[in-house]
């Protein structure tokens, strides 16, 4: 691959040049030939080369018209091209079961992940995203970066942290370590059944007071009978309450349960 190109800062671009970290990420996702593979943010195809050794063809994701053409003269008719904002882009792909890779710019990586989990027809993810956000989407209650980013994204997927990537494996430089992580759809036997709008409303609240207690942080929102009926500790805080809770007190957001004040 041509290697020209100068990352720009607005699409927060740092290329991944580690021949090792690059082979480790391969073998992580695993792709079958078989499989239907969308790469979002190829960059100048240091994945794009190795993923399509095993697939033969890919979609990929790419806003950057300097990147496109490059793109287009490596990659000929081996590639589709959606020169686009990932944010906006449709995953749907006609209900086909779908596989999507991709090291995510930092500035977007959490609205594209909450874009990402609306689409049914996802098989699994493997993004490369800035550690801390790894950290918090995989964190389990108790732990510090618990926080809303995990339970909405928990409620959907098993989250594993796969692989630590270092600042010094990408051209330049980024200020901040990596990692890879596995999101893949619950399945049948474990999937919630929620109104997420709800669920969100709750997270938020919890969470942007998680130093207060938990009936002091959704006083406004849940009637104080419903913690008890669903055998939850009000002297709890945010972080402590499992993803099974908050999806209980979401179930219980109604006419009937919700304060009259919201």
């Known amino acids: 691959m041509t290697k020209t190109h100068i990352a720009k800062k607005r699409f927060g671009q740092n290329f991944l040049h580690d021949e090792y970290i690059i082979n480790e990420i391969i073998k992580i996702i695993n792709p079958k030939s078989t499989d239907f593979m969308v790469e979002i943010g190829p960059g100048l195809g240091a994945l794009t080369v190795l993923l399509l050794n095993k697939v033969g063809k890919l979609d990929v994701i790419e806003i ?70 790894v950290d918090r989407i995989c964190a389990k209650p108790g732990n510090k970066d618990y926080g809303r980013l995990s339970v909405m994204l928990q409620c959907k997927f098993a989250c594993d942290k796969m692989l630590d990537v270092a600042a010094t494996c990408f ?51 849940i009637n104080p009978k419903i913690f008890a009926k669903l055998g939850i500790d009000t002297n709890m805080r945010a972080e402590n309450l499992s993803v099974d809770q908050y999806v209980a007190l979401a179930n219980e957001i109604d006419g009937k349960n919700i304060c009259k004040n919201n």
């Open 171 to 221: 051209k330049p430089q980024p200020k901040v370590e990596s990692a890879i992580v596995r999101l893949k759809p619950l399945g049948l036997d474990k999937q919630y059944k929620v109104d997420e709008g709800a669920l969100n409303k709750i997270v938020t609240h919890a969470f942007n007071m998680r130093r207060k207690t938990i009936s002091n942080s959704l006083r406004n929102i």
């Open 64 to 133: 950057d018209r300097d990147i496109i053409s490059i793109l287009h003269k490596e990659f000929d008719n081996q590639i589709t091209i959606h020169g686009m904002d990932a944010l906006k882009f449709d995953y749907s792909f006609g209900g086909n079961l779908v596989r999507v890779v991709g090291n995510l710019p930092y500035n977007i990586s959490t609205p594209l992940l909450f874009h990402l989990a609306q689409f049914k027809n996802i098989k699994d993810m493997h993004f490369m995203l800035q550690k801390e956000v």
